[in-house]
């Protein structure tokens, strides 16, 4: 899963969101020398990778970019889903999209000091191209891959995923809501595991 997925899954907690949404830019146990909401949403970013990446159903998904895109066809598949999340977005929430991530980015702004420095340096054009919004559309999404593609050096030609997307678009998005169904039971689950361990309870 990918950005907006993992804010999301956060719950209301503000901390929460945070660390699970700066998560793979803490390494190891530094994420220990954090306040006890960013170590939750680390530990649950984590816990949401591991599932999300075992699971029988994203398997499947990603499976149809692996001849093409080798390794980065999970980095392909996590874009790709956080597309359906978006596309999808008041099955999931009451709150508009657009609302939503602008709750979002202004959060980080307000908590701008907490931050890793990986994601103090992307914040401004996360919030120039409106990250979390640009996946609802397939143009948003050939965006996202062209982007994150640059940023990997141009290994594989993310955006050339999007003939196979396209190509098998409603069978994705099908596995994509059973499969989120699944994840969100487990990681209210391991929430809830978590806020009883570190006795966190806002």
């Not at 066809?73 to 956080?82: A, C, K, L, N, P």
């Not at 948003?140 to 003939?163: H, S």
């Amino acid at each position: 899963m990918n950005y907006l997925a993992h804010i999301y899954l956060s719950d209301e907690d503000d901390f929460i969101k945070i660390g699970n949404f700066m998560a793979d830019a803490i390494k190891g146990n530094s994420y220990e020398s954090y306040p006890v909401g960013i170590q939750i949403g680390v530990k649950l970013h984590r816990f949401i990778d591991s599932f999300t990446d075992s699971h029988e159903i994203y398997r499947k998904s990603k499976h149809r970019l692996h001849q093409k895109f080798g390794h980065y066809s999970g980095v392909i598949m996590d874009i790709v889903y956080d597309h359906f999340l978006a596309k999808n977005w008041q099955q999931f929430s009451d709150t508009p999209l657009e609302q939503y991530a602008d709750d979002f980015y202004n959060l980080l702004q307000k908590e701008y000091a907490i931050l890793t420095p990986k994601t103090q340096n992307a914040l401004p054009y996360m919030i120039k191209t409106n990250w979390l919004v640009c996946y609802q559309s397939l143009e948003g999404l050939e965006l996202i891959l062209f982007q994150m593609d640059y940023r990997t050096k141009n290994r594989v030609n993310m955006p050339a995923a999007m003939q196979d997307i396209q190509a098998f678009y409603a069978e994705i998005e099908h596995e994509f809501l059973t499969f989120f169904t699944a994840l969100q039971h487990q990681t209210k689950l391991e929430l809830d595991t978590l806020r009883n361990e570190f006795c966190y309870y806002n």
